[in-house]
């Protein structure tokens, strides 16, 4: 059985900031390869259908690109 997905306080404050969905940032975590990062952190990432401005720009999609810090480290 996989392990829970939790989000910390810091990444749940920081989606409505930065204009993505808890749904999408889940989907990402569970659908994309996961590739090394800064710090011995794990990264991935996915584009979405966006097709809106945001802060003055259109964009046709949006990339959600999580980090996975592990428990423990």
Known sequence: MPKPIRLSGHASYQ???RGVSEAEVLETIQTSEWEPAELDRLQCRRDFPFGE?????FYQTKQVSPDLCRRGR
């Open 15 to 17: 989606l409505t900031r």
């Open 53 to 57: 401005e945001w802060n003055g720009k």
